[in-house]
Every structure is written in C-alpha cells, then in structure tokens.
C-alpha cells in the first residue's frame, strides 16, 4: 500500500544547517549547544519568564488538553510540589490497548517520510520545547524539587541537547546505505545482470517510554526522540509524580506532528494514578518493541528479563565511587566534591556516594590527611558552601518523596555520622523539606554491607581503606557487581591514574580525574560526554551512541530486475 506524503511546513530544509552541525558536533566532540543554558532576558525575551510562569500556574488545579488525543475519561496522578503544594493536575485517561493501537495507527505514513523528514519534525519539536523552556522549567522545580535554575537548565535545555543529540545519530544511523542503488554483475556471456535495489529504513514498531521521578525531560527525551526519527511511535508512560512536564512535552510533540500533516497519535500520554502499575501491561504488550527506562534497578531488571519482545534500553542504579589517592589542590578537592554532593540534595544518578581514602590518608599539598581527617575537612567544605540558607536552598533543592527521606532516616541510625543532615528553611516555600547532606565514616570492612547499597539521596560514606590498591580493588569490584554510572579517581602519581583507568576499563563505566574547578563528576555535556555505559549492570545503553539509535529500526530492501538499461529507478 502506498501512502501520500503529507503536506506541511518542510522543517527538514528550515533546520538541516542545525542536523547536520548536530551530527557534526558528535564527532568532534567539543562543547556545542544550540540551546542557551541561561535562563536570560536577553537570550529567551523580556516576558518569556513571565509568561512561562503564568503557563504553568495555568496548569494548576485544571484539565491539561491534548486535543484530539484518545481518552475515555480523566484521571488525576497525584502530582504534589516538593516545595508543600498539591498541583492538581488531572490528564486524559486511556488504557493501554488503546494507546498501543492508536500509536501504532498512526505509523504508515511517518515511516513513509523517511529519515530527512522525520528529523526536521523532531527538530522543530526541539525548538517549541526550547521556547517553552521557562514553563518546563516550572513544572520540572514543582514534581522534581530541583532548584529553579538547575530545572531550566536541566529541565530544558539540557534535556533539549540530549533529545538533539539523539536525533543526530538517528538521522547519521539511517543515511550510512544509499536510498536506491543499480546493481550490475558481469556475466561471461551477454549483458550483465543488472537490478535496481531500493533501501528503507523501518521502525521496529511501537516504542515505550517509562520516565523517572527526578530527571523526566532530561532521561526521556533521548529514547523519546531516538525512536520517533527511526520511524517508530512512542507511548509516554510518566512517572505518577512527574506527568506535568512530558505532558506538555506531548502537547508540543503532537502540535508540530499535526502541523506538519502526520498523525498526532505518534506521540500518546499514559498518565496513571499512583499504584496503577501500566508500565508493566505496557511492557509485556507484544506490540511494544522498544523499551525505554529510568529508574529502580529492581524494576529495570524485570524489564530486560520480561519484555522478551522488545530491545530494552535501560538506566539503573549503581554505586558512583571517589578514589583518594593524593592531590596537589586539596581546598580545590574538598569544594568540587562538596558541590557534587550537596547538589540538587544527591538525587542524581551520577552523584558520588562513596569515597575511598586510605586510613593512613593520602597526600595532599597541606599534608597528608587521615580518612578521619578528610571526612571533617570535607563536612567543613559543605559548611562553608551552605553557610548561607537563601543561596543553600539554590543548590540543595527539596526533598522529591518519601523513599528518600526513608533513606535518610536508615542512613542517622547507622552512628557514624560526621556530618548531620541539617534541615535548611526555604525562605519561599516554608513547607518544603530541604536537608543538607549526610556524611558518615565507615570502614571498608566492617561496612561491607553497608556501603555496598544504593542510598539514592544526600547520605555519602567516607570509607577508609588500607591503601589505595584496595581502595581500586574495591571499587572495581563494587561496580562490577553493582553497576556505575560515574567515578572519579584523585591522584598525583601517573601509575595510580593508569592504574584506575584499567580498573574503569575493566569496570565498564566513565571515570574522571582530578576534578578540581568548574566541571563536576555528576554533570555531563551531550555531544561530548557519555552517560551510562551497557558495560557494567547499571544501565543497559549510552546517552548517546550508534548503538542506543541502531535497534529501534531495520533496514529494508526492495529489488526488481533492469531487462533495458535506463535511467536508475528511485
């Protein structure tokens, strides 16, 4: 069956210069960004702000819309701010088999476009988000409890970047074989045989989007925009407490899709009440094949070993590890560290948790320092970071739920503490529950079990060690049986830095060294650097590589013979 091409705007040749400096800049590798990371009058207009804000206090207490989106009624998530209100959001509601099917209807037409089409779409989507980015912003500070500016930054463009990224590679990924060839096969007798091959890229079908609670547009939008460019539909299944910015990540998505003549049901919202459990339906449903997912590794886990017909893409959780060695910058050390900690309260899968320092100490350029040491140098550089509780409460956030706060209070019984997780007031929004980081001084093994857990939130062990070998050894072997999805080794002796980078290699996760100034182990630039890595069982792919764009889609040949040599049939 052959199938019209739609008519709309042609966004491919209104933003091919930016696809192909993305699909550039994924080469080279240096920093580039086409979205500006500040939430500046000058770069996003002198009300976008304003407006921004009032889109989202639009969306309190009220219906969100998704016109001509499959629904059967209307359901409420329960969304409530971080920062001690209730949003009240309610969402169409739609059951898994009709958001399957409708997804899948809408497939024929936009796996008929091809990949040059496809792209353009995503890349005016990416542009309507970017100028929502102030709105997003909102709803990423009140279902996450991200301080507002990292939830620009991290909420939009970021996020924005990585969703970019992605559909660089899928766009590079579908043109590496020609759209049509001639074939030609000299035979020793008479003409050649000659044929002309047509090639197409094809979806694998309906793609699964499963988002997390604390980082919804900056882990989705990847999957989200990987799978849409290779052809493919995509159900977005929110988290219960953070619909409100991929729904309207849907709205934009479904507008521009609309706009340019395809159906918007290639982009359908699943939001749940809490307790709902639809991923799992949605998971096993056999027309989903591709999954995405952030989240629980307990979760994570079933998905690879259930969802036998999809290719899943997982981020789990793992166990992100400092190795002190020695430094040659200790107060550089102990503020890096200090600000990796303490940001966004350690809610990030890539924040550290647990820092190896021999017992005996590690040299320093003020002398060596004990574990014990370092651990009160270290609570004394948070102190000084958070001194001030108007400019702490821009860097801690709130609190984003219950699991954390559990952990928390397992973390003040264990009577190691070195430092308390103090309770800071938010000078806006008294009810939130903003708390300092927890550092506590265990020892590598007495604490086996202790430190060989996740402990998603700001609980951080200073573990002493009997040297660094061991502290390499444990740390390799931690993240081998865990998972990572970050690390950092702190040393002024090449050999120990070979050393750790052989123990990463072997690990299968990113390693840093040395951080000291402005770069932190827990942020990462798309285009440059990679987060998550199949290598260690954290995370099942890599934002971004070839690899997390080449099995969302096949490639499919047609071919008829050529009887009269004439012009190649396209």
């Not at 997003?136 to 939830?151: K, L, N, R």
């Not at 004990?370 to 702490?392: G, S």
């Not at 559990?406 to 309770?423: D, F, I, N, P, S």
Request: proline share 7%.
């Amino acid at each position: 069956m052959s199938h019209k091409m739609p008519k709309g705007p042609d966004f491919f040749v209104r933003h091919r210069m930016l696809l192909e400096q993305a699909e550039a800049a994924t080469e080279h590798r240096d920093h580039w960004t086409p979205y500006p990371e500040s939430p500046s009058k000058s770069l996003y207009g002198e009300d976008a702000a304003e407006r921004g804000e009032a889109a989202f206090r639009s969306r309190i207490n009220a219906r969100f819309e998704l016109p001509g989106h499959p629904r059967d009624g209307w359901v409420a998530s329960g969304e409530t701010s971080p920062y001690g209100f209730p949003l009240g959001v309610i969402y169409p509601r739609i059951t898994p088999d009709v958001a399957v099917a409708a997804a899948k209807e809408a497939v024929p037409a936009w796996r008929g476009a091809g990949p040059d089409v496809r792209a353009g779409v995503a890349a005016e989507i990416l542009a309507r988000l970017n100028a929502a980015s102030f709105e997003i912003a909102h709803a990423v500070q009140h279902t996450t409890g991200q301080a507002f500016v990292m939830a620009f930054q991290a909420g939009g463009p970021h996020a924005q970047d990585r969703g970019l990224e992605a559909v660089a590679y899928a766009w590079s990924e579908q043109k590496r074989h020609p759209a049509s060839a001639r074939w030609r096969k000299p035979q020793r007798k008479g003409g050649p045989l000659v044929m002309d091959k047509r090639f197409t890229p094809v979806g694998r079908g309906v793609s699964l989007l499963i988002a997390c609670n604390t980082f919804p547009t900056w882990n989705s939008y990847p999957g989200l925009f990987a799978s849409l460019v290779t052809g493919n539909p995509v159900v977005v299944k929110p988290h219960p407490g953070a619909v409100l910015p991929l729904a309207i990540t849907v709205r934009i998505a479904r507008e521009v899709l609309a706009e340019a003549g395809f159906d918007p049901n290639l982009v359908v919202l699943v939001a749940e009440e809490p307790g709902d459990r639809s991923a799992g339906f949605l998971a096993l449903h056999p027309d989903v094949r591709i999954i995405d997912f952030t989240g629980s590794t307990e979760f994570g886990d079933w998905l690879e070993a259930n969802a036998r017909q999809a290719v899943v893409y997982t981020e789990k959780a793992g166990l992100n590890t400092v190795v002190l060695d020695s430094t040659d910058d200790y107060q550089g050390l102990l503020g890096n560290l200090a600000f990796s900690l303490a940001l966004y309260s350690g809610q990030m899968c890539t924040t550290p948790q647990n820092l190896l320092i021999p017992r005996e100490g590690m040299a320093t350029d003020q002398g060596v320092r004990t574990a014990d040491e370092f651990a009160a140098d270290l609570a004394a550089a948070l102190d000084r970071l958070l001194a001030d509780p108007a400019r702490a409460v821009g860097t801690l956030g709130a609190l984003v739920n219950d699991g954390v706060r559990e952990r928390l209070t397992q973390a003040e019984q264990l009577g190691r503490t070195v430092r308390e997780a103090v309770r800071v007031e938010h000078p806006e929004y008294p009810a939130a529950e903003v708390r300092t980081p927890l550092v506590a001084r265990l020892d590598a093994e007495a604490d086996q079990k202790t430190y060989a857990r996740e402990w998603f939130g700001p609980v951080f062990f200073v573990v002493g060690t009997d040297s660094t070998e061991h502290s390499l050894r444990i740390f390799e072997e931690t993240v081998r049986t865990h998972g990572a999805l970050t690390a950092i080794v702190h040393s002024t002796s090449e050999e120990v830095l070979k050393t750790a980078e052989e123990a990463a290699l072997d690990a299968g996760v990113h390693l840093a060294e040395n951080l000291t100034g402005g770069v932190f182990v827990n942020q990462s630039a798309a285009f440059s650097d990679f987060h998550g890595s199949a290598a260690n069982p954290a995370a099942s792919a890599t934002l971004s590589d070839p690899a997390f764009v080449t099995g969302r889609f096949a490639t499919l040949q047609s071919r008829r013979p050529v009887t009269v040599e004439e012009p190649a049939h396209v």
